[in-house]
């Protein structure tokens, strides 16, 4: 069974920092590719950051510059460092991890980020 646990998450004043964690098990993060997404109320989820490969990608550019996804292959877990937070950063964040090549994509539960003004 495919399990993916998100945690870090809470409430963090305006210019703060908060580091996620997705802890993954029945996987290995080292073969998929590994992304957080967050979905603000009334919004769409949106990709934040992934990684495929060694390659990082970082989605909005909103976030660029203050986000940073990395992955511990010998921990099983992927992180996301979150600098500069603003007010707008508020959402529930979710780990994603997704295989296309065997149709794979799991979701875990989400972790909800409030950024106070």
């Known amino acids: 069974q495919v399990q993916l646990v998100e945690s870090g998450g809470g409430l963090v004043q305006a210019g703060g920092s908060l580091r996620l964690s997705c802890a993954a098990s029945?996987?290995?993060?080292?073969?998929?590719?590994m992304g957080w997404y967050r979905q603000a109320p009334g919004k769409q989820r949106e990709l934040v950051a992934r990684i495929i490969g060694s390659t990082v990608s970082n989605y909005p550019n909103s976030v660029k510059g203050r986000f940073t996804i990395s992955r511990d292959n010998a921990k099983n877990t992927v992180y996301l460092q979150m600098n500069s937070l603003e007010p707008d950063d508020t959402a529930v964040y979710y780990c994603?991890?997704?295989?296309?090549?065997?149709?794979?994509?799991?979701w875990g539960q989400g972790t909800q980020v409030t950024v106070s003004s």
């Open positions: 994603n991890a997704a295989n296309p090549w065997v149709g794979d994509d799991y």
């Open positions: 029945g996987i290995g993060v080292n073969g998929y590719n």
